[in-house]
T-cell receptor
Framework: NAGVTQTPKFQVLKTGQSMTLQCAQD?????MSWYRQDPGMGLRLIHY???????DQGEVPNGYNVSRSTTEDFPLRLLSAAPSQTSVYFC????????????FGPGTRLTVL | EDQVTQSPEALRLQEGESSSLNCSYT??????LFWYRQDPGKGPEFLFT???AGEEKEKERLKATLTKKESFLHITAPKPEDSATYLC???????????FGAGTRLFVKA
């Protein structure tokens, strides 16, 4: 099993550009989440999904969009990138609940100029 | 407001020098207290889940304990390969949210 995979690993955007961060898992987990990690701060939840077709907002959802058309994939879209979105983004999946043991991907380091 | 606070921010140890990392939490309806290890440039990796006060779990040189307000990660006779950032997190029963602390960066020198 590959676990949770994320692409790309690094990305540089200009302010106003849009892009999609990809996340996929092969563990048949129903629950998936997107977090951002900034220096000196804990991981903060952006959006989460409790199954295909069902998503909800987390702690810091503004400027981000998600969809969940399949169990395996959970892409995160930046609608119009801003410098404040410079961060490391992690996708995670869990088997039973969003708040259970989570398996994280390797992360995407995003810089917005 | 739900909160998880970790201390110290950074800890430098000599190889073999045992110590503890602290995690203080206020999480309504705590479902579970999690410890993760994060190596530079990688995603967090699960270590332990603790569910009730008094519970303890061990893995190699690591032991996690839980009280009603705090959790400790005890590191016995650490080795350089234990150097990493250790994250503590509380699972919120009602809010579908896991609250993460900022982490403790551990450096173990040979």
């Amino acid at each position: 099993n590959a676990g949770v995979t994320q692409t790309p690993k690094f990305q540089v955007l200009k302010t106003g550009q849009s892009m999609t961060l990809q996340c996929a898992q092969d563990m048949n987990h129903e629950y998936m989440s997107w977090y951002r990690q900034d220096p000196g701060m804990g991981l903060r939840l952006i959006h989460y999904s409790v199954g295909a077709g069902i998503t909800d907002q987390g702690e810091v959802p503004n400027g981000y969009n998600v969809s969940r058309s399949t169990t395996e994939d959970f892409p995160l879209r930046l609608l119009s990138a801003a410098p404040s979105q410079t961060s490391v983004y992690f996708c995670a999946s869990s088997r039973d609940r969003v708040t259970d043991t989570q398996y994280f991907g390797p992360g995407t380091r995003l810089t917005v100029l | 407001e739900d909160q998880v606070t970790q201390s110290p921010e950074a800890l430098r140890l000599q190889e073999g020098e045992s110590s503890s990392l602290n995690c203080s939490y206020t999480v309504s309806g705590l479902r579970g207290l999690f410890w993760y290890r994060q190596d530079p440039g990688k995603g967090p990796e699960f270590l332990f889940t603790l569910y009730s006060a008094g519970e303890e779990k061990e893995k190699e040189r690591l032991k996690a304990t839980l009280t009603k307000k705090e959790s400790f990660l005890h590191i016995t006779a650490p080795k350089p390969e234990d150097s990493a950032t250790y994250l503590c997190a509380g699972g919120n029963t009602g809010g579908f949210k896991t609250i993460f602390g900022a982490g403790t960066r551990l450096f173990v020198k040979a």
